[in-house]
């Protein structure tokens, strides 16, 4: 009895001393080329600018993760109720910090302008010069707080709703939408993609650039890592790094008219 007894306690002594392995975060990322563009070849199933910082940040925070490209709506829905347990790639909102936990520093900033394939159009230095034409959106997404009013308060009184960018620039490109606001470099991308760049003209820039985060579930009770992770994302800034990065993918683009 008493070897059985000392056998028992050896062996929960050895699992106690054993390391426990952290579980792996799952961070869900829509595809938003060139920030992200699902790539099945390689390790993390995409590319971009919002995955190298992300694969950078993790790897000097040392945390193991896997990242899933899934359409805007269904990232959304993951991360709200606890399926997921970060978004990459998302818009500061009042609405949306009472739901997620949101990083402090952010990746980088965007540009938003509405994009159009009718050269009669001319930006006049506001949205209002584009009012009551027929506006096309992503379903669930932030265009920044300027545009996202804009489409609050009635200056754009019909709006069609995408599930997709794909959708939303076919749209574009056919003329069933007059305008549609967008990412600069997103849209640009996705047009040389479709064939029409040479057909596309940008409005803008509309109001103040746009800053993009990593925001967490506030069920995985991750704080801590969203701590690390915001110091990482503070030196990586200061370290030149997130410019190095986003300068592989991004342009100069000389947009407006």
Known sequence: ??????????????????????EKIVLVAPEF????VRTPSVPLGATGAAVDIVAEAMRRADIDFELKT???????????NGGADAIVNIYWTQE?????????????????????????????GDMRSLAGKTVGVVLSYSYGPVVDEALRSGLFPRQIEMYTLAEL??????GKVQVAPLERDVAIYLAEQAGFADKLYALGPVGDKI???????RLSNLTDVRKKLDKI????????????????????????S
Not at 12 to 21: A, D, E, R, S, Y
Not at 70 to 80: D, F, G, T
Request: charged share 20%.
């Open 1 to 22: 009895m008493r070897r059985l007894t000392g056998f028992l306690t050896l062996v929960l002594v050895m699992c106690f001393c054993l390391p426990v392995q952290a």
């Open 33 to 36: 080329p060139p920030q992200i």
């Open 70 to 80: 899934v359409p805007w709506s269904r990232a959304m829905y993951l991360v709200k």
């Open 96 to 124: 949306r910090s009472e739901i997620f936990d949101f990083c402090t520093n952010e990746m980088f900033y965007d540009h938003v302008y509405f994009f159009t394939t009718d050269a009669s159009l001319k930006w006049k």
């Open 169 to 174: 620039m076919e749209s574009v490109a056919a």
């Open 211 to 217: 800053p993009s985060y990593i925001a967490f579930s």
């Open 233 to 256: 994302l503070l030196q990586m800034h200061h370290d030149g790094t997130i410019d190095s990065i986003t300068e592989k993918y991004y342009r100069k683009v000389n947009a407006g």
